[in-house]
């Protein structure tokens, strides 16, 4: 992690804590990493899980690889660089939302693995869920309706991750969700019971 370009800064401690925010939500703040390719179901299975979480009284937000792009990083680009940069904003925006006490979703294809690990690393031990969207890159190109793959394939979007840029999967991410095998419905139990099972929320 780099050190800050800003000098004389001091971190500003609060008086309510992360065990004070618990205790008012009853469940306990983390981020959920979603990490697959293009057109695997990572944004579709974040906004179930959203929902379904939130229909349990559950506070939690999606941060979507798309919509972040309108804004926060509407600057850059898709080069390694850019890509780099992307995931760690996205990574300091997760870390604090997880200590505000929010269960965070984060839907970003994030295909480096140093960046992931680098994500992890600036949370505490348990805030980082790592959840593989695992997808074959021909079952993504099935599901492509916006032509993402065949413009890809043609030359016409450089550095797409599966086609003309890598994309590092996880050694050992929490959990792995085969989504040409499984429904929606069934990756999201899957993940519902993850939370459930190592504590995060409570069992329904």
Avoid at 106 to 125: K, L, N
Avoid at 143 to 165: C, H, Q
Wanted: hydrophobic share 35%; glycine share 8%.
């Amino acid at each position: 992690m780099s050190a800050p370009k800003s000098t004389n800064i001091v971190w500003h401690p609060g008086q309510v804590t992360r065990d004070d925010r618990q205790r008012i939500t009853g469940h306990r703040g983390c981020t959920v990493w979603f990490t697959g390719l293009s057109g695997s179901g990572k944004s579709t299975i974040a906004v179930a899980v959203e929902k379904a979480l939130w229909d349990r009284g559950v506070r939690s937000y999606i941060l979507d690889g798309d919509n972040i792009r309108h804004g926060l990083n509407s600057d850059l680009g898709f080069s390694p660089e850019d890509r780099t940069e992307n995931i760690r904003r996205i990574g300091e925006v997760a870390k604090l939302f997880t200590d505000a006490g929010v269960i965070n979703l984060t839907a970003f294809i994030s295909p480096y693995r140093s960046d992931r690990d680098r994500v992890r690393s600036i949370m505490g031990e348990g805030d980082f869920v790592e959840v593989h969207v695992d997808c074959p890159v021909e079952e993504c190109e099935k599901r492509d309706v916006k032509g993402l793959y065949a413009k890809a394939r043609a030359g016409k979007i450089p550095e797409f991750t599966g086609i003309s840029a890598p994309y590092e999967a996880p050694e050992k991410p929490e959990l792995v969700l085969e989504t040409a095998k499984l429904s929606e419905a069934e990756s999201v139990a899957k993940v519902i019971a993850y939370l459930e099972k190592h504590g995060y929320v409570a069992k329904a």
